[in-house]
């Protein structure tokens, strides 16, 4: 009797996916392996992994969203309580086209702390787990960023034309006081998921300090 000289396509990802979580190197994480963002209004986790097929595109800030809070350079202090932030969008006139319907309002960020990696696990052994309905819509993903660190350390996907930081962002953002914070978004027009428009980004972040309480 002959023998199978090869595993199956499921134990043989198995493997790979537990020598990538072991790892040991000192390399510098890819942006893969950045956790999924906190989602609000209609967005969605696969929205989202749509954006992320999508990072390596030539960047173009033609329709970017104009940021209007923060403002550059506003200083914020340890002791304020979470800030509302704000901006305008080209994209949000997609909403009025005809055969275009307005996405799922939710006022509530819904949380994740799965990576990428760990989605990829989720296809080999996979868990019972709802999927929503496609998106259609417009969509934006608000990072921030301290300098010397690829991944955002605070981060929402969001349908709506603002953000009000949870306590736990907060939180993160106020333990990175006195190091050099920026704010960036990136926005697209997805059709059942798909991008039609974009994605688009701020042609620069935007700076903005974080000063121990006063």
């Given at each position: 009797?002959?023998?199978?000289?090869?595993?199956?396509?499921?134990?043989?990802?198995?493997?790979?996916?537990?020598l990538?979580?072991?790892?040991g190197?000192d390399?510098?994480?890819?942006?893969?392996?950045c956790e999924?963002?906190?989602?609000?209004?209609?967005?969605?986790?696969?929205a989202?992994?749509?954006?992320?097929d999508?990072?390596?595109?030539?960047q173009?800030?033609?329709r970017?969203?104009?940021?209007?809070?923060?403002?550059?350079?506003?200083?914020?202090?340890?002791?304020?309580?979470?800030?509302?932030?704000?901006w305008?969008?080209?994209l949000?006139?997609?909403?009025?086209?005809p055969?275009?319907?307005s996405?799922?309002?939710?006022?509530?960020?819904?949380?994740?702390?799965r990576?990428?990696?760990?989605?990829?696990?989720?296809?080999?052994?996979p868990?019972?787990?709802a999927?929503?309905?496609?998106y259609t819509?417009?969509?934006?993903?608000v990072?921030?960023?301290?300098a010397?660190?690829?991944?955002?350390?605070?981060?929402?996907l969001?349908?709506?034309?603002?953000?009000q930081?949870?306590?736990?962002?907060?939180?993160?953002?106020?333990?990175?006081?006195?190091?050099?914070?920026?704010?960036?978004v990136?926005?697209?027009?997805?059709?059942?998921?798909?991008?039609t428009?974009?994605?688009?980004?701020?042609?620069?972040?935007?700076?903005?300090?974080?000063?121990m309480?006063?």
């Amino acid at each position: 009797m002959k023998l199978k000289t090869s595993l199956p396509w499921s134990t043989a990802a198995v493997a790979l996916l537990a020598l990538s979580a072991c790892n040991g190197d000192d390399t510098e994480p890819q942006a893969t392996e950045c956790e999924e963002p906190l989602y609000a209004g209609g967005a969605t986790d696969e929205a989202w992994r749509t954006l992320v097929d999508a990072r390596n595109q030539p960047q173009d800030s033609s329709r970017a969203v104009t940021l209007t809070s923060p403002e550059s350079q506003q200083e914020y202090w340890t002791d304020q309580s979470a800030p509302l932030w704000q901006w305008t969008s080209p994209l949000r006139a997609s909403l009025e086209r005809p055969g275009r319907t307005s996405p799922l309002l939710e006022g509530r960020p819904r949380e994740s702390k799965r990576s990428v990696l760990a989605w990829l696990g989720n296809l080999v052994l996979p868990t019972a787990e709802a999927h929503l309905p496609p998106y259609t819509g417009d969509l934006y993903w608000v990072k921030v960023h301290v300098a010397g660190r690829e991944c955002p350390i605070a981060q929402v996907l969001t349908s709506e034309l603002q953000w009000q930081l949870d306590d736990g962002s907060w939180r993160t953002v106020k333990d990175a006081a006195g190091k050099a914070l920026t704010v960036q978004v990136v926005s697209a027009y997805l059709v059942q998921n798909r991008i039609t428009e974009g994605p688009y980004t701020m042609g620069s972040p935007v700076p903005f300090t974080m000063g121990m309480a006063r």
